[in-house]
T-cell receptor
Framework: AQSVAQPEDQVNVAEGNPLTVKCTYS??????LFWYVQYPNRGLQFLLK??????LVKGSYGFEAEFNKSQTSFHLKKPSALVSDSALYFC???????????????FGPGTSLSVIP | ETGVTQTPRHLVMGMTNKKSLKCEQH?????MYWYKQSAKKPLELMFV???????ENNSVPSRFSPECPNSSHLFLHLHTLQPEDSALYLC??????????????FGSGTRLTVV
């Protein structure tokens, strides 16, 4: 069965410092991986995805993520954090092997990022 | 605007009321979803419609009733809700079939409070 883990409920980082939000996954086939961000009282916004190709994926707002197949990880990174990056971040995975009648994506529990001025 | 519009943004209803949540997408997507987001809980998938046909119902109580009249519109009809149904209800759409287009587009959600 496919699953996603985000081992940290909360990540605190000082403004200007690099940030990392961790994600590990489990699927039977090739993974399709996603990151979403949610600001208070808003829906989730798509940040980036890995489908195939280059392991380093660049997305919106200066974020990037690195697909590591051997470690089954897809950590989200940004070189220099902004206070406005403070939000809830969700990792998600879709199993590329499974044939489903819809886009079956499993979401992680979310990690709350606080960037301290 | 993401291309997925949800109305109303906020809704307060009594336990005996009947109300409906509306979702509309103008992205040409062929699948639409209802999710429930409660505090301190993971996102819960409620219903999935693919090409207007319901393909998933994750054991949702019958007091929640979905309707998908066409591929652009999705409703969630609510009746005799309980206080524990208070949550943020999110609608999403996606284009199923081509991996390069995978990824959900979410609406801003409806914050529902049951009193």
């Amino acid at each position: 069965a496919q699953s996603v883990a985000q081992p940290e409920d909360q990540v605190n980082v000082a403004e200007g410092n690099p940030l990392t939000v961790k994600c590990t996954y489990s699927v039977s086939g090739n993974p399709y991986l996603f990151w979403y961000v949610q600001y208070p009282n808003r829906g989730l916004q798509f940040l980036l995805k890995y489908i195939t190709g280059d392991n380093l994926v660049k997305g919106s707002y200066g974020f990037e993520a690195e697909f590591n197949k051997s470690q089954t990880s897809f950590h989200l990174k940004k070189p220099s954090a902004l206070v406005s990056d403070s939000a809830l971040y969700f990792c998600a995975v879709r199993d590329g092997k499974k044939k489903t009648s819809y886009d079956k994506v499993i979401f992680g529990p979310g990690t709350s990022l606080s960037v301290i001025p | 605007e993401t291309g997925v519009t949800q109305t109303p943004r906020h809704l307060v209803m009594g336990m005996t009321n009947k109300k409906s949540l509306k979702c509309e997408q103008h992205l040409g997507h062929n699948a639409m979803y209802w999710y429930k987001q409660s505090a301190k809980k993971p996102l819960e998938l409620m219903f999935v419609y693919n090409f207007k046909e319901q393909t998933e119902n994750n054991s949702v109580p019958s007091r929640f009733s979905p309707e998908c009249p066409n591929s652009s519109h999705l409703f969630l009809h609510l009746h005799t809700l309980q206080p524990e149904d208070s949550a943020l209800y999110l609608c999403a759409s996606s284009q199923w079939g081509d991996p390069q287009t995978y990824g959900y587009t979410f609406g801003s959600g409806t914050r529902l409070t049951v009193v």
